[in-house]
C-alpha cells in the first residue's frame, strides 16, 4: 500500500555521477525504511543502500560505501541516491524499495514491502 516511482537513471560514463530519486505515495505515514536494491543482466536481486525514515541512519553494500549516499525528505516522501564515481559494474537496473516493519534484515529482498518500476542505469567500459 506505499507505491513508489524511481527516476534519473541514464547513461553516464565510467567516474561520473548521477542521482535517483523515488517518490513514495499511499500509505506514507507507516514507513519505517526505505533503500535502494539492484539487478545486473544475468545477475540476482543486490541490496545497494537503506535509510531509517524517522531518524535518518544509513547503511551500505561494502560495493558502493564511499561513493553512493542515501539521503531523504520526508515532506516530499522522497528517497535520493547520489551516485559517484561510477564504475561498469554498477550498471543495472535500480529498485526502490519501502518497509512498514524494523524486522527482517534490510539485505534480503523478502525484507521489503513495496518495489517500484525500476529505472536502468547504464555505466559503459
Known amino acids: 500500500q506505499v507505491q513508489l516511482v524511481e527516476s534519473g537513471g541514464g547513461l553516464v560514463q565510467a567516474g561520473g555521477s548521477l542521482r535517483l530519486s523515488c517518490a513514495a505515495s499511499g500509505r506514507t505515514f507507516s514507513l519505517y525504511r526505505m533503500g535502494w536494491f539492484r539487478q545486473a543482466p544475468g545477475k540476482g536481486r543486490e541490496f545497494v543502500t537503506a535509510i531509517q525514515w524517522s531518524g535518518g541512519s544509513t547503511y551500505y553494500a561494502d560495493s558502493v560505501e564511499g561513493r553512493f549516499t542515501i539521503s531523504r525528505d520526508t515532506a516530499k516522501n522522497t528517497v535520493y541516491l547520489q551516485m559517484n564515481s561510477l564504475k561498469p559494474e554498477d550498471t543495472a537496473v535500480y529498485y526502490c524499495?519501502?518497509?512498514?516493519?524494523?524486522?527482517?534484515?534490510?539485505?534480503?529482498?523478502?525484507?521489503?514491502?513495496?518495489w517500484g518500476q525500476g529505472t536502468q542505469v547504464t555505466v559503459p567500459s
Open positions: 524499495v519501502a518497509s512498514t516493519t524494523q524486522l527482517g534484515s534490510p539485505v534480503w529482498w523478502g525484507t521489503w514491502g513495496s
